[in-house]
């Protein structure tokens, strides 16, 4: 009988123990997953080009991505921190190097275009590059100097795999990975063409299922007349 209380006061311990640590471990899952889910999530929502003539009349095309900072968790609206962007710049995964100086956001002062804020639930503009006489570069801005002092990203004929990497004020990255090849076209005002497409993520392909699975469903209920 006695051996019998002493067992049952060993397993009444082993369960209180073991509710004990169950605790812990939940709490610090719940703090890691609040976490997570305040910290900013940097999305390509969009993308735009344009073209305007240069001082010498010349015609300059340009590239842009919209970024957004998504307050969206599998659907669902979370409250997420702002995304204080300290430098975007293009990186060449196979070299393993930055390349170029730092990227250029739209409507930041020309002093400090480097740099900008992006709220939870609003986009950014990011340029990312330039055409002019040919020449596919790191857009630097639209001004003569501007144009001749940004990098060639591309040659005509060659195409590269390459990232964008956007980094917060605490040193948080963000990729953008895309592809980008340029070839020769004849009988136009600008002799070469651009391709520029980002990589589709995970996210991206979850995001197109549920969209195409809501359609789907929709289709099926909605009344007939």
């Known amino acids: 009988m006695d051996w019998s209380i002493d067992r049952l006061e060993a397993i009444g311990a082993a369960v209180a123990t073991f509710e004990y640590w169950l605790g812990i471990a939940t709490s610090v899952v719940i703090v890691f997953v609040h976490h997570r889910l305040k910290l ?21 095309e340009y590239r842009r991505l919209s970024i957004t900072n998504t307050p969206y968790f599998f659907g669902y609206p979370v409250s997420r921190d702002d995304f204080q962007v300290q430098s975007a710049r293009i990186y060449d995964p196979e070299k393993r190097v930055y390349q170029g100086h730092l990227m250029r956001w739209q409507g930041e002062p020309e002093n400090k275009p480097f740099k900008t804020k992006i709220p939870v639930g609003e986009t950014a503009i990011l340029y990312v590059y330039g055409l002019y006489e040919g020449r596919v570069h790191l857009y630097s801005g639209t001004s003569q100097n501007n144009i001749d002092h940004g990098e060639t990203l591309v040659e005509v004929g060659q195409s590269r795999k390459l990232e964008i990497h ?60």
């Open 40 to 60: 900013p999530k940097l999305k390509v929502t969009g993308g735009s080009g344009g073209s305007k003539k240069t001082d010498d009349g010349k015609p300059f």
């Open 166 to 225: 956007i980094t917060d004020i605490f040193r948080r990255r963000h990729r953008i990975a895309f592809s980008i090849s340029a070839e020769e076209r004849r009988n136009a005002m600008q002799t070469v063409q651009v391709h520029f497409r980002v990589k589709t993520t995970l996210s991206d392909r979850l995001q197109q299922v549920r969209g195409g699975v809501r359609e789907v469903v929709s289709a099926l209920t909605r009344p007939s007349y």
